[in-house]
């Protein structure tokens, strides 16, 4: 059973950075891609960044230059530094793995 826990979430000023993590379990982690999305209130989820099994990424417009997403297969674990962080940044951010696993979330909100 794939089970995956973020943590890391929470309040921080416009201009600030927060490196949220995914904790990974019941799957070869180092096979998958990895996924971080993000829901605002109000408005879709959207995709934010992927890490693909052998490291290579892609991110949205939106995070370009600002997120980094990486990845310890070691410690099962996936991680999205976070830095010049926008109030536009605020959501709930999701870890995902190919075959549509989701976790619960973490909170992310931006003061400015």
């Known amino acids: 059973q794939v089970q995956l826990v973020e943590s890391g979430g929470g309040l921080v000023q416009a201009g600030g950075s927060l490196r949220l993590s995914c904790a990974a379990s019941?799957?070869?982690?180092?096979?998958?891609?990895m996924y971080w999305y993000r829901q605002a209130p109000g408005k879709e989820r959207e995709w934010v960044a992927t890490?693909?099994?052998?490291?290579?990424?892609g991110y949205a417009d939106s995070v370009k230059g600002r997120f980094t997403i990486s990845r310890d297969n070691a410690k099962n674990t996936l991680y999205l530094q976070m830095n010049s962080l926008k109030p536009e940044d605020t959501a709930m951010y999701y870890c995902?793995?190919?075959?549509?696993?989701w976790g619960q979330g973490t909170q992310v909100t931006v003061s400015s």
């Open positions: 995902a793995q190919q075959g549509n696993y």
């Open positions: 019941g799957s070869i982690f180092s096979s998958n891609a």
């Open positions: 890490i693909s099994s052998s490291g290579y990424t």
